[in-house]
Structures are given as C-alpha cells and as structure tokens.
C-alpha cells in the first residue's frame, strides 16, 4: 500500500479516540476484523500454494517451462483472485456479506505488504533483522484490527459518535471535539479509519490531513542535547548552558510487585490447555482480566509521560540532538533489559523526530560510536573505560 503525501502545508496526523460500543457493534466489530484476518490467510494460502506446487514438481523432473505459473502477490492480483473465490469458496461464501469489503480489502494488503517484505528481505534490500515467509494468522493470537478508506466514514456533529462503513454510528468513550472542530473549520481532512482492540477496548484511529500553522519553538536559536538513560530518563544540556535532569518514572517497577501477586493468583487458577482443548475457569478469566487492567495502566502511565516530555523539548528547542542507540542490542542484557524497555528510548526519539518537523525544526542523531559520555567537558580527555557507577554519578 502507498504512503500517502500530504499537500504542501499540510501534515498527516492521526487522532484516536476510544470506543464504547453496544454489544451487537461489537459483535460486527470483530466480525469485520475476523474478516480482515481470514482474507489475509487466504491471500497467504493462494501465494504460496503455486510456491510448494512448482517445488515439487521440479522435484518430479518437470522442465522450467513447464512448471506452474508464478502467483503475483500485488493488491490488485489478489482482490481480483479473491473477488473470484469468494462465491465459490466454503470458507466465505456464506458469510462474506454479513462485512465491508474494506474489512477484505485489509487483510490483502496487509497479506502483499507481508510478501514484498519478504522478497525485500531476501534480497538485502530491506534494513534490520531478516524477514521470514508469511505465515497464517491464529484465531486466538492475532491482533483484532480493521481498516477503512473508503465509504461514510465522518465524525458526527454531537462529538460523541463516530460512523463507519457498515458498522453505523458508534459512541465513543471521549469528546471527538479536537478533531471536529477542525473538520467543521475546513483545515482537516480525514483520510481512512482503523479499529483496533488493544488494552482490553476498542479504539478507532483517524488519518486526517491536517493544515498545520507555521510555529517556531520558544529559543530557536538554542541547541539541546538528549541523553537518555536508566536513573535520569533524559538529561537535557543546551548551548546556553542549562542542564535539565528528567527522572525516570519507572511505572513498570512501581506496579511490579502487585504484578507478582495477581500473577501467581492467575497460576493457582484452572487456564486454558491448548493440547486437551481445555478451557479456563471463570475464576481464572476474572484473575487474568485484574491482571491485564495493570499492564494497560502501566502502558498508558508511559505513554503519556513520554508524549508530554517530548511535546515539552520540541515546543522549547528547534534544533535537537538525539542518541543513536542501539536498543535492540541493549535489550539483550538480562540485567537492563527491563529497565531498557520500560524506558521507551526509541518511542522517545521516534516521538521527537516527527513533532520537530511538525514545528519545522530539526532532529539530529549523533553518532553511536562517539564518546561523548568518555569524554570530560573541561580538558576534553576521553577515558579508556566508564564502569556505569561513574556514569549515574
């Protein structure tokens, strides 16, 4: 699927707001996402069949010309090859109408962007960790997500509703009024709609493009540095010699203790058995509901302090100068690798990198192998080694 560019002075922003749908709309909420999943299994099935067929058949001894055609994974080849099976094909033709054809439509492209990343990755065009064939979704493990582009898809005026294709208006836990306000004044415009169930509840994410008004941060003549760590989340140094220190909230220690507990009262309970088919207790569905409400607090507590941290350091600074650290090699240290995590250093930067350019400034990421913390400030001299009870000092 194309990224889509925004018109000159404008930006592609998203707005999420939470759901609070009736129990039929929630039904036809996971039916459009169990949709999205069963066309991405198919789309994967139908690919990779002709990719086991020709193999085997070169094991045969049949000739190159010969063998079974090539299957394309493009959007457009598989919604024609799935339009065609859909009325013919058990697994969907008794209920393939009861949902959007955007619900399809997700789990296609989701299925050709899967298969381009794999070509990609094969032919060391694609960056990071090698990428492996599609593999199917389970019912019971994949993620409940939809995505809508085209159809009635608007925020209603009341800012306590949203509409989507098929699925008709649904309330929301939250005022839609940051959004609609825009739309009503004409500078925002809204692109496509996901649902998405996360956190124990349904949330409905916008793509609006958005006319954002030329600012300019606070002191943008002052250059600040970001160093991020474990005892100080970041401590902030600038060119006019002020230095910020930011402690880490550290929300995952604080809630690891009652954590524990809920944990071990969720091992005492009957759970589900996926070799016998057993199915959990009802006591054990309340203990791990209890359980989960934590993580989410813990999830939602770190993003919003990271959110309000670096909306702080862009709306302050025009110019940014942020680490380059390797957080997936730093994860592999069973000694910080909780404390790495619950930190969020690439959300951080992440964050930082895009509300800059929304304020038209600038991210710079330092170089990983420079010393900088080696280095003294007043005579310059790097030390051969820094034991990490001298760097907290």
């Given amino acids: 699927m194309k990224k889509f560019r925004p018109r000159p002075g404008f930006v592609v922003q998203a707005y999420r707001f939470a759901l609070d749908p009736g129990a039929v709309q929630e039904k ?3 039916s459009h996402c169990g949709a999205a999943r069963a066309a991405y299994n198919w789309a994967v099935s139908w690919v990779s069949a002709s990719w086991w067929q020709r193999k085997a058949e070169a094991s045969y001894g049949v000739p190159d010309d010969q063998l079974t055609e090539w299957r394309t994974w493009s959007l457009p ?5 799935f339009n065609q099976a859909k009325h013919t094909d058990g697994r969907f033709a008794d209920w393939w109408e009861e949902n959007s054809k955007e619900a399809y439509s997700t789990g296609l492209a989701n299925a050709a962007a899967a298969f381009d990343n794999y070509a990609k990755s094969k032919q060391g065009k694609r960056k990071g960790k090698r990428v492996g064939m599609p593999r199917r979704k389970s019912k019971h493990k994949a993620r409940l997500a939809c995505r809508f ?8 005026p009341d800012r306590r509703h949203v509409t989507l294709p098929r ?17 009503a004044n004409g500078t925002a415009r809204v692109l496509s709609a996901t649902v998405r169930f996360e956190r ?7 793509q609006v493009e958005v006319s954002k008004n030329a600012r300019t941060a606070a002191r943008p003549g002052v250059v600040v540095g970001v160093d991020l760590g474990v005892t100080c989340l970041a401590v902030m140094a600038d060119s006019a010699g002020e230095v910020q220190y930011v402690p880490n909230p550290a929300h995952y220690d604080n809630a690891l203790r009652h954590l524990k507990r809920l944990s071990r009262r ?10 016998t ?3 959990p207790s009802r006591r054990w569905a309340i203990a791990n509901a209890e359980r989960n409400h934590v993580h989410h607090r813990v999830a939602n507590l770190r993003q919003d302090g990271l959110h309000k941290l670096t909306t702080a350091i862009t709306a302050e600074y025009a110019t940014v100068v942020v680490e380059d650290l390797n957080v997936a090699g730093m ?3 069973r000694r910080l690798a909780r404390k790495i995590a619950d930190a969020g250093f690439a959300e951080i930067r992440r964050h930082i990198t895009y509300k800059t350019g929304w304020a038209g400034g600038e991210t710079i990421a330092a170089n990983r192998w420079y010393p900088s913390s080696k280095t003294c400030s007043n005579c310059r001299v790097v030390k051969a080694k820094l034991p990490l009870h001298v760097r907290g000092a």
């Fill in 77 to 81: 080849a598989l919604r024609k090859a």
């Fill in 167 to 183: 699925l008709g208006m649904i309330r929301t836990h939250e005022s839609t009024r940051k959004l609609q306000r825009r739309i």
């Fill in 277 to 279: 088919g057993g199915k």
């Fill in 331 to 333: 994860l592999r240290n």
């Fill in 149 to 156: 582009t085209t159809g009635t898809i608007r925020v209603e």
């Fill in 200 to 206: 124990g509840r349904w949330f409905c994410s916008f």
């Fill in 266 to 275: 969720v091992s005492r309970r009957q759970g589900p058995d996926r070799r």
């Fill in 28 to 30: 036809a909420l996971r």
